[in-house]
């Protein structure tokens, strides 16, 4: 992905004037490689859930190119997107809003299927529907209940079978935990990591649980206000973060009363339609002068692969905890 812009239209007023335009996502850039997963984390508002909509062509891309294989997302018309979808499927955050409370689990599970793979047989289309079952460890005999039968937990495990059952490369997940039980939770990001290994997935993480993305992720990637702030793989990142966004991240965990010098400051939040000359982040980062205010910060680049948009990240971040890591997980090591 190379400079995405997703952009939404604002209300117009006076009626003679142009419409101002949002952006939810504003030049943001990452590789992803199968088998890998990158986390996506960052407050409500900074663009997470509009970077992965789009991805799955839900929302339009004004600007940037997103590949997929080689394949060129943008621009691309439904028949385009249909045959795609065999690829690259999404798991929703509420799990019974996304399952269709008439239908019974295997109908719901086997929908993709009829859509998608319209010449597949009916006994292989059941067998696939039974083996995507047992991979998220429910039974046979489950495709004969309704959703309302089952658990919150039990629900994303069949809405992440129906994403599995076509076989996808790229599995989407937009706060696929948020809404469940912190016990739950671990069995649910244990198995997403189970079906990685078995199937070479590659998978997009979106979550605010800064804990559930340490241990899950490989790489991680922090949004504010739709702009990439911070990208480095994530032992970098959550052991000695550059930009100050991530440190204020880090610092506002419980716990971590210690580092209450690197939290935001009670800043003026940006106005997304007409965000400031300069860093976006400002008006509540404690290390802003004058030039921050003036002059848009540029990406800098680090020998590990690490991004950070500041004029002032460090070249070394320096550790902000001791090991063990100090963002203590309930999900296990």
């Excluded at 952009?7 to 943001?28: E, F, H, I, S």
């Excluded at 937009?174 to 199937?199: C, F, G, T, W, Y």
Aim: hydrophobic share 40%; charged share 25%; net charge positive.
């Amino acid at each position: 992905m190379r400079q995405l812009r997703i952009q939404y239209p604002g209300k117009r007023w006076p009626p003679w004037q142009q419409a101002p335009r949002l952006r939810a996502v504003d030049d943001v850039n990452f590789n992803l490689r199968r088998g890998q997963t990158l986390g996506v984390v960052g407050e409500s508002g900074s663009g997470k859930s509009s970077l992965a909509r789009a991805l799955v062509g839900l929302e339009p891309i004004q600007a940037g190119s997103v590949r997929f294989e080689g394949q060129e997302l943008k621009g691309l018309d439904k028949r385009g997107w249909r045959a795609l979808r065999r690829d690259v499927q999404m798991v929703f955050q509420d799990p019974m809003a996304s399952l269709n409370p008439r239908h019974k689990v295997g109908r719901i599970v086997g929908e993709p299927l009829k859509t998608l793979y319209p010449d597949l047989g009916k006994d292989e289309a059941r067998a696939r529907v039974r083996e995507a079952l047992t991979q998220v460890g429910l039974s046979d005999s489950d495709a004969d209940r309704l959703p309302r039968d089952f658990s919150g937990g039990q629900a994303q495990r069949i809405a992440i079978a129906r994403a599995i059952v076509v076989r996808p490369k790229l599995l989407i997940c937009d706060e696929p935990v948020s809404a469940l039980d912190v016990s739950i939770q671990a069995q649910i990001v244990n198995l997403l990591r189970d079906l990685q290994r078995q199937h070479a997935l590659a998978m997009l993480f979106i979550a605010h649980d800064l804990a559930v993305v340490r241990h899950i992720s490989d790489r991680v990637l922090v949004m504010y206000y739709g702009k990439l702030m911070e990208q480095a793989d994530r032992d970098i990142l959550f052991q000695a973060p550059r930009h100050p966004y991530s440190r204020a991240l880090l610092a506002a965990l419980p716990g971590h009363e210690a580092l209450a010098h690197l939290r935001a400051r009670d800043g003026e939040l940006p106005d997304p339609y007409a965000p400031p000359v300069g860093c976006l982040f400002v008006s509540r980062c404690a290390m802003a002068d004058e030039r921050c205010t003036r002059r848009p910060p540029p990406y800098r680049r680090y020998a590990d692969d690490g991004v950070a948009l500041c004029h002032y990240a460090a070249d070394d971040g320096g550790s902000l905890f001791d090991p063990p890591f100090a963002v203590r997980s309930t999900l296990g090591a």
